[in-house]
């Protein structure tokens, strides 16, 4: 289930949102949490104002489909990047690192006789490790193939969840068109 929640500077004026499907776990233990209607009201709001319990404090404006789609459709996103994470490093340029490595060991298999100084990558790793070249190529085409049917589920899901937000005609279909995504993407 989706945690909606908000900072709040002393004069109880929003200061950072919070979507537990983002920042899981790091939402603060002060923030004030609120259901889905008061969050996707506050941000058609011009500078809302809460009261301590956390309801609006201001007239609440009506819900507009496209932010929630919006919403829902992030949402998506940062659960399917979550899972990736469990799977890949996620660090800069490692998307890069990982691409080359990937052209590498495709041209190491192409070739009749590969020079390991040819694939700096894969050279820099097998050195580093002690491994011998075709150890290191056998390894990085296991990792490959196996992110490969892990990715593809994921993506698999992320589409299909983006496609039934994006159909849902009122609120309740996009909130439960996010959450079946979302759950979906999770199991993985």
């Not at 109880?12 to 008061?38: K, M, N, Q």
């Not at 404006?61 to 979550?82: S, Y």
């Not at 490790?129 to 992320?158: F, H, K, N, Q, S």
Request: proline share 5%; aromatic share 6%; net charge negative.
């Amino acid at each position: 289930m989706q945690i909606y929640g908000f900072s709040l500077s002393p004069e109880r004026r929003i200061v950072a949102r919070y979507l537990s499907a983002v920042h899981g776990a790091d939402i603060p233990a002060d923030a004030v949490i609120v259901d889905e209607a008061t969050w996707l009201a506050s941000q058609e709001m011009d500078a809302p104002r809460f009261n301590a319990d956390g309801s609006l404090s201001e007239i609440v404006a009506p819900i507009n489909l496209e932010v929630a789609r919006d919403t829902a459709l992030a949402a998506i996103d940062q659960a399917a990047g979550a899972v990736r994470a469990r799977y890949i490093t996620v660090a800069p340029g490692q998307d890069l690192t990982y691409q080359r490595k990937s052209a590498e060991v495709a041209a190491w298999l192409a070739a009749a006789d590969p020079a390991p100084a040819d694939y700096p990558i894969l050279h820099a790793e097998a050195s580093a490790c002690a491994m011998p070249m075709a150890d290191v190529v056998a390894d990085a085409l296991a990792a490959e193939e196996a992110w490969t049917l892990v990715g593809a589920a994921i993506e698999g899901r992320r589409m299909a969840g983006k496609r039934a937000v994006r159909a849902a005609t009122d609120l309740p279909a996009i909130t439960a068109a996010r959450d079946a995504a979302i759950d979906a993407i999770n199991t993985l």
